[in-house]
């Protein structure tokens, strides 16, 4: 199997069948949050996954040339989470000076992507996974992709819901709640796509 | 310093219930879904979050004067961090077995957005002693909603009970239970359950 | 020194950073002793069930790979075990397994670690999936639902068929390591 087709087949598990909010559990505060508009929800998942795509690529460097190569695993929590943080600012930077409207838009939860446990819970994964540094890149890609798609589906069906007669007290919370696990129901029938 | 008894009290109350991280004010979902499989590593995982709740909330407020109000939110984030990478550690080396089921779980307790923002809301405002007060009450009612969270998934999904066998051989498992979309749904029935308790209903949904 | 200015904001960062590393420096060798001994004896378990046979385990390496090679009280060589992983359903699968290679066969298998679902690919652990693999004759396996009925069938764990398969995967990967690094070739 070529490598590329190794990494198409990667982008598409990570997205689909190892879906980070629904299979993996990663994610969620953002999950609850901000899918209440699809506009927003879009927004929110487009520099997600820019910030994870990014995440991908600088923990593999991180471990490879510094974690590992002078045996500092210990660090590594607390190395992950600067790269984080620093990403997410530079991210936020760029996002206003180019784009001020979608910057107004996104407000309070652009920050809020540095406490987005699937970005950890990605750079985590890539010393356990063994993915090169373009195998990383990807997975950082396709995890991201998956939480926008996560997002954006839950964001359309809270727009309908809007209109829908839901009972008092299942109102907000609860009833997003249980719309997320019948979504989850449904991704498992990916289970077994691809084995990545 | 003068230490009032009743607004400790009141301080360490109001995370039992009023202002329970899980059922009212919905922060800290991630480990909340992902962990409440079996009873022991709902406990563990409660425990875990709260010494490095109280832990943080302690430091924070204790520092909280020397750091800059622009770099707070990195600074408290690297508190947290080192305090993690403690308890990973402690587990690995003393309770190979309950680090290896919370495995990625327990790094994630960096991000938990229930530490994070008690630091904000709390610890950076507020006097030790009422910062640790705090970090308790959250940190019980923290570990006994992810108790009460993993009993219903483990009873039902299991047969079990702190991996004690309840239900006899009778009792065919409901392996949903032990699923994602097991979890979403009890938590989302719990919580629709805790607002009729409680007459005014968890709205907020930011994490904050 | 102003409370806001850069130069205050660097150094509060840099002192939180440098304190945090000093003490996990501290933590690390305090409890890495602990980590190590606890990994040691996993896998001392591990091989003992692979190679019940063997009262003496070498450890030696070959193509930069790992080998445990267990002699029993004569000084025969009973097997050899090879501790391999590989993706899973829901993560990586660890095991240890134990081959005859004079027999060209398999011991047994030990499940070290795995993220599958509990009650369904989780019982990958239990007897009746890994009885499949003691005995089985090296080569390439076929997965089926059915109790086997021919020698290289392995029988899945009852609605987990993808762990099952990606296990038994893995167990035919690690066969093929042990008989490159023996000089078999199978």
Known sequence: ?196 | MSVNAKQLISDFKNGLWQENPIFRLVIGMCPTLAVTNTMVNGLAMGLATSFVLISSEIVVSLIKKLIPGDVRIPSYILIIATFVTFVDYFLKAFYPSIAASLSLFVPLIVVNCLILGRQETFASQNPVHRSFADALGMGIGFTWALLLLSAVRELFGMGSMFGLQILGDWYRPMVIMVLPAGAFITLGILIAIMNVVSKNATNDTTCH | ?186
Not at chain 1, 107 to 116: A, R
Not at chain 3, 16 to 32: D, H, M
Request: glycine fraction near 10%.
């Open chain 1, 1 to 196: 199997m070529s490598e590329f087709t190794q990494l198409v087949l990667l982008f598409f598990g990570t997205v689909f069948v190892n879906n980070f909010i629904l299979v993996r559990f990663l994610g969620i505060c953002p999950f609850l949050g901000v899918s209440k508009q699809v506009e927003t929800a879009v927004g929110m998942g487009l520099a997600t996954t820019f910030v994870m795509t990014l995440t991908g690529a600088a923990t593999w460097l991180i471990n490879t040339y510094i974690l590992e190569a002078l045996n500092l695993p210990f660090l590594q929590y607390v190395s992950f989470i600067i790269v984080i943080a620093s990403l997410v600012q530079f991210v936020e930077m760029f996002i206003k000076k180019t784009s001020p409207v979608l910057y107004k838009s996104l407000g309070i939860f652009l920050p809020l992507i540095t406490t987005n446990c699937a970005i950890l819970g990605l750079a985590l994964l890539i010393p356990l996974n063994g993915y090169s540094f373009i195998g990383s890149t990807v997975f950082g890609f396709g995890a991201g992709i998956g939480f926008t798609l996560a997002i954006v589906l839950m964001a359309g069906l809270r727009e309908k819901l809007e209109f829908g007669d839901v009972p008092g007290v299942l109102k907000g919370v609860p009833v997003t709640l249980i719309i997320a696990g019948i979504m989850a129901m449904a991704f498992m029938g990916f289970s077994g796509l691809i084995t990545i």
């Open chain 3, 1 to 186: 020194m102003e409370k806001n200015s850069t130069k205050a904001m660097i150094i509060t960062l840099a002192t939180i950073g440098i304190i945090s590393a000093i003490l996990l420096t501290f933590v690390y060798q305090w409890t890495i002793p602990y980590i190590e001994a606890n990994q040691e004896e996993t896998r001392r378990i591990a091989i003992n069930e692979v190679l019940p046979t063997a009262e003496e385990i070498n450890q030696i390496e070959r193509e930069s790979q790992i080998f445990y090679e267990g002699y029993d009280s004569s000084g025969n060589r009973v097997g050899v075990a090879y501790q391999h992983s590989g993706g899973g359903y829901n993560g990586p699968i660890e095991l240890m397994i134990g081959v005859d290679l004079e027999a060209e066969e398999i011991i047994q298998i030990s499940i070290l670690n795995h993220q599958e679902t509990p009650g369904l690919g989780a019982r990958i652990t239990e007897e009746e999936y890994k009885s499949n693999f003691a005995g089985k004759p090296f080569g390439d396996y076929v997965v089926v639902k059915t109790p086997p009925s021919k020698t290289m069938e392995v029988q899945a764990v009852a609605g987990a068929t993808i762990s099952s398969s990606n296990t038994t995967r893995i167990v035919e990967e690690a066969v093929s390591m042990i008989n490159n690094a023996y000089g078999g070739g199978s």
